[in-house]
């Protein structure tokens, strides 16, 4: 759309939205060089589904009406405010590892090994989220990490990085299946998983085919269940360390000096603390999560490019403070080798109650609260369950508009859910029936591995597309202090993430290599994923026989003119109304200071 186009549609306050769109990302006199253009590297847009039978390119897009309805039905409405991103980033990030897994970590590597994990790992996290951020905040479209990846790198490795993404959210449906029926548990044992299993496969499935329009609302208050339960367990740890509990025991850090700070694991001295602090490390790979869930919703946020950088900024110093702050109350709260822990960690009936949080309120004579922590961790379980299948599927459903899955998997139904993307969906969380065979502990944490696994290729995806942009961006003259939202330290904070990322991709199973640890479960769980974004990217290297992009062939343009018109239409808007887009009110100012 160009500027006359705009101030027809958007007459009011023109200057101003001019003065937002005002470029000054490139030299003076100069342009990126566009040689990958559109043509190659874009989406499909509407025009090109009603040409694309003339077109051979086209044809590997969109070949029939039904895919060009779909695309048009899932086209981005950017309606999503700063409060919401930063509850989705919140709810995405908090999940049953923070609640329940962390316990492996304490028990493997004692209070103060935990706690280094956590504040080191969580270092790593952090600087790869100001790297995410900076991409995002410049190009905040669908799926931007990913479909930056093809634009910067290759589009093989976008094949890869998409479809990894894709089968890291769908690992994860099973295994809050699985800890779901655990957390039922803690009120009755004598019923079959079977059960519960498959009631919760189907009410999943059931969502995401019949009631999708439910999912969004739900999460945004469940996400803010997620926020209280983080901040009255930290209250609580508080409270109880310093006396307030029926025993009016003020503990403190008592259980730092006996049984002691670290733990071992694998063997005894110096090296079996270190192992077991490799383990906790490995333990925090799963639940501190990064940018993820906050960068897919670039795509719907309102005025991306004001929100999104103030966003990043608040969001990352918060999860921070949970995740730290979670490692140091389960280390004050529980003993690392406390008999029930371990008990729990290892039965065939793993349940919430190995959640350090619970197991300190059993010993400490508490009646209620346990219950009522255990209903909000499973109701935290189940609404995440449900988040990785819708998550999964549309996940899925964007590599077929792409070209990069089947075609088939672009169908949807009335109300465009894309039922077989759905139905693969279910296929994954079936996996969670493999704890009729093994005990829940177990099937525990094959899952873990697996997602882990995929979690971390996620992440090291990420790290070689920002060398990748931020190499580029040099290339061509690009000034980053110009950007929306500039990277720390750069680029040796991106160097720091990436060398500690992918060390963690390859040492995250290394136990299996130990004399007389191998399993051949234990390996493939940790290592599948290697072989598997090995295997697709070859795949499609040999397939489509394409070629990395040059850093001065790096298109950097496609793309920022959908951005720069919704911004001219949002400020039109605001102008238009009368509003400064500053909160005005007392609640107003309330709600910007705590979002």
């Given amino acids: 759309m160009n500027n006359i186009e705009l101030q027809e549609t958007a007459e009011v306050g023109s200057s101003r939205l001019s003065q937002e769109k005002a470029p000054s990302y490139y030299p003076a006199g100069e342009t990126p060089n566009l040689s990958h253009s559109s043509e190659k590297k874009t989406n499909p847009t509407a025009s090109s589904i009603q040409n694309s039978s003339n077109d ?27 409060r919401h991103i930063q509850l989705i980033a919140i709810g995405g990030s908090i999940g049953t ?114 009631a999708v329009k439910w999912y969004g609302e739900s999460e945004f208050w469940l996400s803010i269940g997620k926020l209280v339960l983080c901040i009255g367990l930290l209250i609580f740890t508080l409270v109880s360390m310093c006396g307030g509990n029926p025993s009016h025991d003020a503990f403190g850090f008592r259980y730092w000096k006996n049984p002691g700070l670290f733990g071992t694991y694998v063997t005894t001295g110096g090296m079996g603390r270190f192992q077991g602090w490799l383990a906790a490390l490995s333990n925090a790979c799963f639940f501190v999560v990064g940018p993820e869930y906050m960068s ?125 993307c759905v139905a693969i969906g279910f296929c994954f969380s079936c996996l969670a029936l493999l704890q009729l065979g093994s005990s829940a502990s177990v099937v525990l944490d094959w899952i873990v591995n697996l997602c882990t696994g995929a979690q971390m290729l996620n992440y090291a995806h990420m790290c070689v597309t920002y060398l990748s942009f931020y190499r580029a961006m040099k290339a061509q003259g690009i000034d980053r202090n110009g950007l929306p939202y500039r990277a720390w330290f750069q680029p040796y904070s991106s160097y720091y993430a990436t060398f500690f990322i992918w060390i963690m991709v390859f040492i995250l199973g290394y136990t299996v290599f130990m004399p007389g640890w191998w399993s051949v479960e234990n390996f493939l769980f940790s290592y599948l994923m290697i072989f598997i974004n090995i295997a697709i990217f070859v795949f499609w290297k040999v397939l489509k026989r394409t070629k990395f992009i040059k850093p001065e062939e790096v298109d950097f343009v496609w793309g920022l003119d959908e951005i720069e018109e919704h911004e001219y239409e949002f400020y039109a808007k605001l102008e238009a109304e009368g509003k400064s887009g500053q909160p005005e009110t007392w609640w107003s100012k309330i709600m910007v200071w705590l979002f």
């Fill in 97 to 210: 590892g923070l609640f329940v897994t962390i316990a492996t970590g304490l028990t493997r590597a004692g209070p103060l090994g935990l706690l280094i994990a956590v504040v080191f790992w969580t270092t790593v996290i952090l600087a790869l989220t100001s790297m995410v951020a900076e991409m995002v905040c410049y190009m905040p479209v669908a799926s931007p990490f990913i479909s930056m990846s093809g634009r910067v790198v290759d589009e093989a490795y976008e094949v890869t990085a998409g479809w990894n993404f894709f089968l890291m959210e769908a690992c994860y449906i099973p295994f809050e299946i699985t800890a779901v029926n655990g957390m039922i548990h803690f009120w009755r044992d004598d019923y079959s998983p079977a059960i519960t299993l498959c009631i919760q496969i189907v009410i999943y499935t059931g969502i995401n085919v019949f």
């Fill in 296 to 420: 897919m919703a670039a795509g719907e946020c309102e005025n991306p490019r004001k929100v999104l950088p103030v966003a990043y900024k608040t969001v990352i110093y918060r999860l921070a403070l949970f995740y730290i702050g979670g490692a140091l109350s389960v280390g004050i709260l529980v003993a690392y080798n406390d008999p029930v822990l371990l008990e729990k960690l290892t039965s065939s009936s793993s349940n919430s109650a190995a959640s350090p949080y619970v197991i300190a309120m059993q010993n400490m004579g508490i009646k209620v609260l346990p219950h009522i922590v255990n209903g909000l961790v499973l109701s935290a379980a189940f609404s995440a369950g449900n988040s990785y299948l819708y998550c999964s599927s549309r996940s899925l459903y964007a590599l077929a508009l792409k070209g990069y899955a089947p075609k088939v998997l672009r169908a949807v139904n009335g109300q465009g859910v894309p039922y077989y």
């Fill in 56 to 82: 051979e390119d086209d044809d590997e897009s969109f070949t029939n009406s039904t895919a060009a309805q779909a695309y048009e039905h899932q086209k981005t409405q950017r309606q999503l405010k700063s």
